[in-house]
């Protein structure tokens, strides 16, 4: 013990160590913890308030998606996927629908393929409300909480009134849709997108310049594009560091590329550049939908497929832009209806593990923002 | 073929499934796809090889099979610069170059898989290490796959690379080329128990520590699972 009583007693503990040292703490931190957005469990190294490193606990939610996949039918492996990233269930579908297609070799309709994009993207909307309320909720502003999940239940019952399911909606099948859009669909679709425009905007009003957000975003969980790179990550964390990639624009599926539409970019990769790049996607997605709803075409809803679904021999990579990156399918048939191997390439998995990237230095707080900026599902990483 | 041109990639023209039904060929008459004409295929067929365009992830190569094979779309051999570099440079380290409806794929050998992986980072810019995973075949000899699928940014193009074990076997880790290797390799021994040398941390990332038996092999039943490890840790017969 040091005598705190004598004069200069400072100068002996700092040359002893046993007063002001670095004192190495370990925490831990969920997996029951709010603002881990399901049950992920960090441990954390501290030095006083300094992260000095993490490691992630995970598995917590695994179900055995993979597993499962092997002992269903295509068909009835379908609905399973909605369950893993359960905030963008229509992507995962998407997703799941094309990698079945492309080992087909059908596509679906033109019709099909413009209500697929406008669900999508609604749903890529939905997501970002979510993922903007209880990032913000993490932070310490309530308020865009109840703002954005308002308006993201306008898309809730958008998807009700279509396929009768507001969250694990399985809106699609192998070679197109089941459903044509009900009455009055379209209308509903652009009274959404003239409701949400401005409420988009009262988001900004809330939080852009709100100086507490900036100092809690501005410059924390930074990530240049060559680390985003090489960890794998994709979506608007990879985009927010300024990589232009989006494989709706890079490698078009699902008719994309005749929509009209940004891929916007960030400068300098914290929490504050994802946070606008997510805020300019919900817009950009909004003009899609808006593209799509005014040009959708006649026509049949579905391929032909038949009616038991049985793939050649082969194997196939199809993945997508979900509202969390690179959603990617790997399925391997053995000619069965059955997939030998269903691969998932899920973006929470891969992008979570930057996590440790991202904090290392910074403050116990930073590592709730970055969590909440990296848009983890649990649900998804664990599968 | 006209496809070439398009950004998509495009499935290869219309295959029917079996002789009996519809060719898939009248589902696809609503898609602005042009299809390639029937009668035009057999000639086609002769070169089937890839333009060496590396640009173009669409390169539609895989020409269709022989009308009278029932069968679906056939892998296509796959040469283009890369692949003629690479077979150069390690012989019978290639095994086989192919796409398959347009997507390029190289089975390659375990001794050579790591050199391979990073010429390919380094030299031919696949800088997107995109996913890592394994497929069990049990009555194989070579019982494992072992798939990485790469992308790259600058030429848009997505590849993946293929090698096959035998169990017990170890693959060298490609944490040293890409950082994100350590979590999808976990996962691949988590799930396969395919051993990754000089990965830096090694263990099960979604299963307990603890846990016996590898889920995702072909030999493990679904409702299999460690009884021991439920019963200590949960204090129950079984989690069904």
Request: with cysteine; charged share 25%; hydrophobic share 40%.
């Amino acid at each position: 013990m040091t005598d705190t009583s004598k004069p200069g007693f400072y100068e002996d503990a700092g040359a002893t160590g046993t007063f002001l040292d670095a004192n190495e703490m370990v925490l831990n931190m969920g997996p029951q913890h709010p603002s881990t957005h399901g049950v992920l469990r960090v441990i954390l190294k501290l030095d006083g308030e300094k992260v000095l490193g993490t490691e992630c606990i995970i598995g917590y939610l695994h179900r055995g998606v993979e597993k499962i996949a092997e002992n269903r039918t295509y068909t009835m492996f379908n609905p399973y996927v909605d369950r893993m990233d359960y905030v963008a269930s229509v992507s995962n579908g998407l997703g799941y629908c094309l990698a079945i297609e492309k080992l087909l070799n059908v596509e679906a309709p033109p019709r099909a393929c413009y209500i697929r994009v406008i669900l999508t993207e609604l749903n890529r909307i939905a997501s970002h409300q979510l993922w903007l309320g209880t990032h913000a909720l993490d932070i310490g502003a309530m308020t865009p909480l109840f703002y954005t999940f308002r308006d993201r239940e306008e898309i809730l019952k958008i998807f009700e009134k279509y396929c009768g399911a507001r969250l694990t909606t399985h809106a699609f099948r192998i070679g197109g849709t089941q459903y044509e859009t009900y009455e009055g669909f379209e209308q509903d679709v652009k009274k959404f997108c003239k409701f949400v425009t401005p409420k988009i905007g009262e988001y900004e009003e809330l939080l852009t310049t709100n100086r507490i957000w900036l100092q809690r975003t501005k410059g924390v969980g930074l990530i240049s594009a060559e680390d985003a790179i090489a960890m794998g990550v994709t979506g608007p964390v990879l985009r927010a560091s300024g990589v232009k990639w989006d494989l709706r624009k890079a490698q078009p599926y699902s008719l994309y590329e005749k929509f009209d539409f940004e891929v916007p970019i960030g400068i300098n990769g914290d929490t504050y550049d994802r946070y606008l790049v997510r805020v300019a996607e919900m817009r950009q997605s909004l003009r899609i939908v808006e593209q799509a709803v005014d040009s959708i075409p006649e026509g049949p809803i579905m391929a032909k497929v038949p009616k038991v679904i049985k793939p050649p021999v082969g194997e196939v990579y199809v993945s997508i832009e979900a509202p969390k990156g690179e959603l990617g399918y790997f399925v391997v048939s053995d000619g069965s209806t059955q997939p030998y191997r269903l691969r998932v390439r899920p973006p929470s998995f891969v992008n979570l593990q930057a996590l440790d990237k991202m904090v290392r230095g910074a403050l116990v707080a930073d590592v709730v923002a970055v969590i909440g900026t990296l848009d983890i599902v649990l649900g998804e990483v664990d599968r | 073929m006209a496809d070439e041109t398009t950004p998509k990639d495009q499935p290869t023209p219309p295959q029917p499934e079996k002789p009996a039904e519809t060719p898939a060929a009248k589902a696809n008459a609503a898609a602005p796809t042009t299809e390639a004409k029937p009668a035009e295929t057999p000639a086609a067929k002769a070169d089937a090889a890839t333009p060496p365009k590396p640009t173009a992830p669409a390169a539609a190569v895989a020409k269709p099979a022989a009308p009278a094979k029932p069968a679906g779309p056939t892998p296509q051999p796959w040469e283009s610069e890369m692949t003629t570099t690479l077979k150069r440079q390690y012989g019978s380290g290639i095994k086989e170059a192919s796409t398959y409806v347009g997507q390029k794929y190289m089975v390659v050998d375990p001794t050579v898989v790591y050199e391979i992986l990073q010429l390919l980072r380094d030299d031919e810019q696949f800088d997107y290490l995109v996913d890592c995973t394994a497929v069990h075949y049990p009555n194989r000899e070579q019982q494992f796959d072992v798939v990485w699928i790469l992308y790259s940014f600058p030429r848009n193009e997505r590849i993946r690379v293929k090698t096959m074990i035998k169990e017990g076997d170890a693959v060298t880790s490609a944490t040293p080329i890409w950082e994100t290797a350590n979590w999808l390799e976990r996962e691949v021994f988590d799930m396969f128990g395919i051993k990754f040398e000089g990965h830096p941390d090694l263990k099960r990332i979604l299963l307990p520590d603890g846990w016996k038996g590898h889920p995702l092999r072909k030999d493990y039943g679904i409702l299999q699972q460690d009884t021991e490890w439920v019963k200590i840790n949960l204090g129950i017969e079984s989690g069904q």
